[in-house]
T-cell receptor, first 114, second 112 residues
Framework: EPEVTQTPSHQVTQMGQEVILRCVPISNHLYFYWYRQILGQKVEFLVS????????KSEIFDDQFSVERPDGSNFTLKIRSTKLEDSAMYFC????????????FGSGTRLTVV | KQEVTQIPAALSVPEGENLVLNCSFT??????LQWFRQDPGKGLTSLLL?????REQTSGRLNASLDKSSGRSTLYIAASQPGDSATYLCAVPGGSQGNLIFGKGTKLSVKP
């Protein structure tokens, strides 16, 4: 069964450093998403991406965050200057058609900011 | 603004029991609802997707129902096993691009 692949599975970074989280969505999917889950809290939407541009973003997704699809397969989330409160599990997801046929999530990247 | 609530927050049952997990949502204008399983520190595994035109969806020992008018969904697990121990999340589409709104989940523990 097709999978969404995320790397790395765990990343530890110093506060103020830039991090890039990587995702390979399912090949025939057109919509890509990033979500995050702070320990003990709900999974929260960050951003959706379609046709090579951001289609929607939450209030969490401020200027410290950016997304990119640098080639035909990868989808990345960059956090420019990490803060302690960015420590969370980050999930990438993809869908065929905006969620009408369900989401497929990756296994996540646990980001720890120290 | 769509909100999703899951009750109970935690549930502990002996092996073999049948159980029901509940999910409610405030805005009934949804086109589907998805149930996920999350093991500790792991990703989200899709269990069932119910379209708004359906009332039920089944996969093995799992059965999910959807009542849009009342803003409710249930996940029924038959003959529970210790391997079913996990957190179960429900989610509905929210924004214009269908981004998901999640409940906080029900943490299920099945004791041998």
């Amino acid at each position: 069964e097709p999978e969404v692949t995320q790397t790395p599975s765990h990343q530890v970074t110093q506060m103020g450093q830039e991090v890039i989280l990587r995702c390979v969505p399912i090949s025939n999917h057109l919509y890509f998403y990033w979500y995050r889950q702070i320990l003990g809290q709900k999974v929260e939407f960050l951003v959706s991406f379609y046709n090579n541009e951001i289609s929607e973003k939450s209030e969490i997704f401020d200027d410290q965050f950016s997304v990119e699809r640098p080639d035909g397969s990868n989808f990345t989330l960059k956090i420019r200057s990490t803060k302690l409160e960015d420590s969370a599990m980050y999930f990438c997801a993809s869908t065929i058609q905006g969620g009408r046929y369900g989401y497929t999530f990756g296994s996540g990247t646990r980001l720890t900011v120290v | 603004k769509q909100e999703v609530t899951q009750i109970p927050a935690a549930l502990s049952v002996p092996e073999g029991e049948n159980l029901v997990l509940n999910c409610s949502f405030t805005d009934s204008a949804i086109y589907n609802l998805q149930w996920f399983r999350q093991d500790p520190g792991k990703g989200l595994t899709s269990l069932l997707l119910i379209q708004s035109s359906q009332r039920e969806q089944t996969s093995g020992r799992l059965n999910a129902s959807l009542d849009k008018s009342s803003g409710r969904s249930t996940l029924y697990i038959a003959a529970s096993q210790p391997g079913d121990s996990a957190t179960y999340l429900c989610a509905v589409p929210g924004g214009s691009q269908g981004n998901l709104i999640f409940g906080k989940g029900t943490k299920l523990s099945v004791k041998p």
